[in-house]
């Protein structure tokens, strides 16, 4: 019982990070540590993505 | 023309993982047996309860059951025989992978973000006011719509997209249909978002107009999302899920906030008449298309896509709970008569344009297009991800169908007809519904406005009151305690959250197609970072639904009743062009025997839309006809003759132009889709005479990538993705390491 409880909870959390995108930055550290990279700072990261969002706007339908 | 050019072959790749033409173990035939029989019951009680009244969960169960048979077994076709999607072909996200806009996505948090993106107010709006028709007209459309038009529209327009590296709609009917039909697509599709930007506003000015709490609840919007901008540039960047978590609890405390200050000093402040609103809707409009997407375009976007995806799951679950009665009849006289109050015009064609959203939908075509078949990990995936997302909103139509049918119907007509027609107070309006046939009185409609804490809900068109009427009795009854005005006000504030959110974005796209064409030929203005081109471009976009909304709000005949038929046909004849783009490519393919799965919802859609378009300019019936309208206008105004709903010569002006303007932009919609499809017939003559054509289809390249196809991983995948995960190690392997 309780194992599935934890089980579907960190499912709903890797969801919503995934779905949020928060997950991106544990992507890009795991693809750092592989290829030997240092990392830049989180602030660096999220700045380059919100201007890449800049020139991408997903346009929603109504 | 650009892109490689191939023939692509029709003969092998279908016998791929996941699409094998295995028989039916006897589990699955036993369940499907069931689910069609559940379908089969609830649709049969629809069919013959008349005059008894009838649990709307039937509605409920009748389109679930039939979703999942469609999914199981027709979207499963249209994918693997149709299609021929391959799982041993890599599609352009595993391919041109770059971390921006190719980038392989887990296919359920793809279809979140498909579903994000295609739905919005529109799927709750045009149910309820199509709800005048009676409940079974609306049903049937938005759930035999969904099946073989909508879903499938999406579902190919995807996938060839997919094929095509994910290029545009616009970009794949100039290569594949002609530069004249691109052409003609292009100014489609700009002047048909114009048209749906401003009627969406339109309907949150009608919600907002004379609304402190609502107008407080909204504004405070604005400030939680620059909060939210800066807490996740500054404060803690990319901490997504806090920065939502703050911003939703909030938003709740502003609703809750608006009950307090309504009757103080700043809730008469924030009474707002519609022309102010509209003042303020531009302005905000034209500022949040120019500042940075971080500040208020991308908080705001996580706000209402969290809002959107607990407010369907509430509703969900509060209409099992709640199991309203349904208070409409199964079909009404105005479906036969063509003469109901809400909008003008008879059953058939007038249903199918009003619910767009959630039966058939256009502008998907624009989101299947482009955005996501960049990210899809498996062509397979499609399916989920396309029809699967569709099949979604379709639920959100039919439970917003629901919400309107089980008010008191009364009332529904006092909310939902023009001030003209109602009069504008409890009694006037009492007095027109009861000569509809309705014994709603006065009271109860007075009643009805002091329990959800609104000065009046006479005439507040637009379906959104009405809806929030609905659902604030279905969630006060699935969890009692009233609190009818917390739940009204709640659902105003997702509704006009959506619909701001498609309001920034869909601003910034169309400056963006704007930037776009005017830079070919003007380079500079192309330039997306050059800041006064930006400038001019929103300035225009936001001028011209601009405009078009004031029209709407200050038209004396109504302007829901006047733009929404406009908005739905927009809508569906920009489906006819994607449809065309579908069924021409599936003849160049060399798929003839199946051009009849894109070929059939077209010639439906064709019927329709051209049905209606043809007698919004020519009928004679002065409520039906806009320019038979504006000639009834204007003989009175030269006879010094002041016609009602208008009260003087200068509303006289007003309907005159306003409706002689509204002819014109739809001759002008129909005539563009004739020429896309004019023109497309042409190339599918050319096509089926050749066999099939050359398209710019890319090559097939392999995929090393281990992804299921579909909702569920097969026996089969699951051992390849327990092979990979074991080859690459712990901890680097994708998200499917995540996987129960």
């Known amino acids: 019982m309780t194992a599935t409880l934890t089980r579907a909870w960190e499912g709903l959390r890797w969801y919503l990070k995934e779905f949020t995108g928060e997950a991106r930055w544990d992507d890009y550290l795991a693809h750092c540590a592989e290829h030997g990279h240092e990392p830049m700072s989180r602030r660096q990261f999220e700045r380059e993505r919100a201007d890449a969002a800049e020139a991408n706007p997903m346009s929603r339908c109504c | 023309m650009a892109g490689t050019m191939t023939r692509t072959d029709d003969g092998g790749g279908a016998s791929s993982a996941g699409s094998g033409g295995s028989r039916l173990s006897m589990k699955s035939v036993l369940i499907w047996t069931a689910v069609a029989l559940v379908g089969a019951v609830c649709w049969g009680v629809l069919a013959i309860a008349r005059g008894e009244t009838i649990s709307a969960l039937w509605l409920l169960f009748a389109a679930l059951s039939s979703y999942a048979i ?41 279809f979140g973000h498909h579903f994000a993106a295609i739905a919005g107010a529109g799927p709750l709006v045009g149910p309820v006011l199509a709800a005048q028709m009676g409940y079974l007209p609306g049903t049937i459309w938005i759930v035999v719509g969904v099946i073989f038009a909508g879903a499938v529209q999406d579902l190919v327009v995807m996938f060839f997209s ?14 594949e249909i002609g530069l004249v039909g691109g052409i003609a697509a292009l100014i489609a599709v700009f002047a048909i978002m114009i048209i749906i930007l401003a009627v969406l506003a339109l309907i949150v000015v009608n919600a ?20 939210m901008g800066f807490y996740l ?65 991308t908080p705001r976007d996580y706000l209402s896509t969290f809002m959107k995806i607990g407010v369907i799951v509430l509703l969900a679950i509060s209409l099992i709970v709640a199991r309203p009665v349904i208070q409409a009849d199964a079909v009404s006289d105005f479906a036969r008569e063509g003469t109901g109050p809400v909008f003008a015009g008879s059953l058939f064609p007038f249903v199918f344009i009003t619910i767009a959203c959630g ?11 482009g955005t996501t078949p960049k990210m899809v990990a498996k062509e397979g ?72 804490q609104e000065d009046s809900l006479v005439s507040r068109t637009g379906g959104a009151p009405a809806l929030a009427v609905g659902l604030a009795q279905i969630f006060s009854q699935a969890f009692g305690g009233g609190g009818q005005a917390f739940w009204y006000h709640f659902a105003i504030m997702f509704e006009a959250l959506f619909i701001l959110t498609a309001v920034d974005a869909g601003t910034r796209v169309g400056r963006f197609m704007l930037q776009d064409t005017i830079g070919n030929v003007w380079k500079k203005f192309g330039d997306l970072s050059w800041r006064p081109g930006n400038i001019i471009a929103s300035a225009v976009v936001v001028g011209l639904w601009g405009t078009v909304l004031y029209i709407g709000v200050t038209d004396p005949l109504g302007g829901v009743n006047q733009l929404f038929p406009l908005f739905g046909i927009a809508n569906q004849l920009l489906a006819a062009i994607a449809l065309t783009l579908c069924t021409v490519l599936l003849v160049k393919h060399g798929k003839l025997r199946y051009a009849w799965v894109t070929g059939i919802p077209l010639a439906w859609d064709l019927v329709i839309t051209m049905t209606a378009s043809w007698q919004k300019i020519f009928s004679a019936d002065p409520r039906v006809g806009y320019f038979t309208q504006a000639g009834v206008y204007s003989d009175a105004r030269a006879a010094g003759e002041v016609l009602a709903p208008a009260q ?45 054509l050359p398209t710019t289809e890319e090559p097939a390249v392999e995929s090393k990538l281990v992804e299921p196809a579909g909702l569920f991983a097969t026996a089969e995948e699951k051992r390849a993705m327990a092979d990979r995960d074991r080859l690459v190690g712990a901890g680097a392997g994708r998200s499917e390491a995540e996987e129960k």
Request: charged share 15%; net charge neutral.
């Open chain 2, 233 to 297: 540039r500054v404060l803690r960047p990319g901490r997504v899920l806090e920065a939502t978590g703050i911003g939703v609890a909030l938003l709740l405390l502003a609703i809750v906030g608006g009950g307090w200050i309504q009757d103080t000093a700043l809730g008469e402040t924030l009474t707002l008449s519609k022309e102010w609103l509209v003042l303020a809707l531009v302005v905000y409009g034209f500022v949040a298309s120019v500042l940075p997407v971080w500040m208020l375009l």
């Open chain 2, 381 to 452: 995936q499609v399916r989920l991800i396309g029809y699967g997302g569709m099949l979604m909103e379709s639920f959100v139509a039919i439970s917003a169908l629901i919400a309107a049918v089980v008010i008191d119907q009364g009332l529904y007509f006092a909310m939902n007809s023009p001030a003209g027609a109602t009069g504008g107070t409890a009694e006037s309006a009492a007095a027109f519904v009861q000569g509809l046939g309705f014994d709603t009185t006065a009271q109860s409609i007075a009643a009805a406005s002091a329990a959800v």
């Open chain 2, 648 to 692: 003087n010569q200068d509303q006289m002006d007003q309907v005159i132009f306003n409706s002689t303007l509204n002819g014109i932009l739809q001759s002008v919609f129909a005539l563009l889709t004739l020429v896309v499809a004019v023109h497309a017939a042409l190339v599918i003559a050319r096509a089926i005479k050749a066999g099939g």
């Open chain 2, 70 to 110: 469609a999914y199981r077994f027709y979207s499963r076709f249209i994918t693997y025989r149709v299609l021929r999607a391959d799982s041993r072909r890599a599609t352009p996200a595993e391919r041109l992978e770059n971390g921006v806009d190719f980038d392989v996505t887990d296919r359920r948090v793809l």
């Open chain 2, 208 to 227: 907002l107009a004379e609304s402190p709490w609502g107008v407080f609840s909204i504004a405070l919007t604005i400030p939680i999302a620059l909060f």
């Open chain 2, 162 to 175: 997919m094929r095509r590296n994910g290029k545009s709609l616009g970009q794949m009917i100039r290569e």
């Open chain 2, 359 to 369: 039966a058939l939908s256009g502008f998907h075509a624009l989101i299947s297009s």
